[in-house]
């Protein structure tokens, strides 16, 4: 995590730090990534760099780190605005959730993406034990175990495969609307695609066979 002496900058120099390091893993994998790059952009000296991070690992895990409890503040969001807590009424909220937090920066989630193609099992490991993303596994396993017991979900799927399902799914839909509509998703849009992306997780893709009389 960042040294003191970077939070003793100025909030635009810290800002703007950031901001080039977003851009750089962003663009490129932490393994091709670059300091240089990224003290040419933000405009500070080599020396500087070090001076506020041990290395290019350790700005790589703050950046994460900012971007998993931005993530968690929007799921967290929509969760609370909810009446309703059923099963699908709170999976709907996740997956809004899920989007507002991809379009509020989408650069959050091409550093995401790109966490997950490089395969670091480090790196994935420490943002699975933050406990940003604790809270959030343990409120999915606990909304899982209750749609079971309720009679939602079947009792013979290992509850674990089905919070992979359902993750899998948020992010293969965010990844689609970010393409289809990079302008943002609004209103009837949402909800047409979010009850689509729904149907599917609770009913699959195959065709429904008409019933005989």
Same mark, same amino acid.
Do not use: Q, T
């Given at each position: 995590m960042p040294k003191k002496t970077f939070y003793?900058?100025?909030?635009?120099?810290?800002?703007?730090?950031?901001?080039?390091?977003?851009?750089?893993?962003?663009?490129?994998?932490?393994?091709?990534?670059?300091? $240089? /790059?990224? #003290? &040419? !952009?933000s405009g500070i000296a080599v020396g500087s760099f070090y001076q506020y991070f041990d290395d290019l690992r350790d700005l790589y895990y703050h950046?994460?780190?900012l971007a998993m409890k931005s993530k968690?503040?929007?799921?967290?969001?929509?969760?609370?605005?909810?009446?309703?807590h059923d099963f699908i009424s709170t999976i709907r909220a996740l997956y809004r959730g899920g989007i507002n937090f991809a379009f509020s920066d989408k650069r959050f989630f091409d550093i995401s993406n790109n966490l997950l193609k490089s395969n670091d099992l480090d790196i994935i490991k420490e943002l699975t034990d933050s406990e940003e993303n604790k809270k959030i596994v343990e409120f999915v $396993? /606990?909304? #899982? &175990? !209750?749609?079971?017991?309720?009679?939602?979900?079947?009792?013979?799927?290992?509850?674990?495969l089905v919070l992979s399902i359902i993750t899998s799914l948020n992010t293969?839909?965010?990844?689609?609307?970010?393409?289809?509509?990079?302008?943002?998703?609004y209103g009837d849009d949402y909800n047409m695609i979010s009850d689509t992306v729904i149907d599917l997780l609770m009913n699959g893709i195959g065709v429904k066979e008409a019933k005989n009389d």
């Open positions: 003793n900058l100025r909030d635009i120099k810290r800002e703007k730090i950031i901001n080039a390091a977003m851009d750089e893993f962003a663009a490129y994998s932490f393994n091709d990534a670059s300091v $240089n /790059r990224i #003290i &040419k !952009e950046v994460l780190s968690y503040e929007h799921l967290n969001a929509e969760i609370n605005s909810l009446k309703n $396993n /606990r909304l #899982i &175990k !209750e749609a079971i017991d309720n009679g939602k979900i079947r009792s013979d799927i290992d509850s674990r293969s839909f965010i990844e689609h609307m970010l393409k289809a509509k990079p302008e943002g998703l």
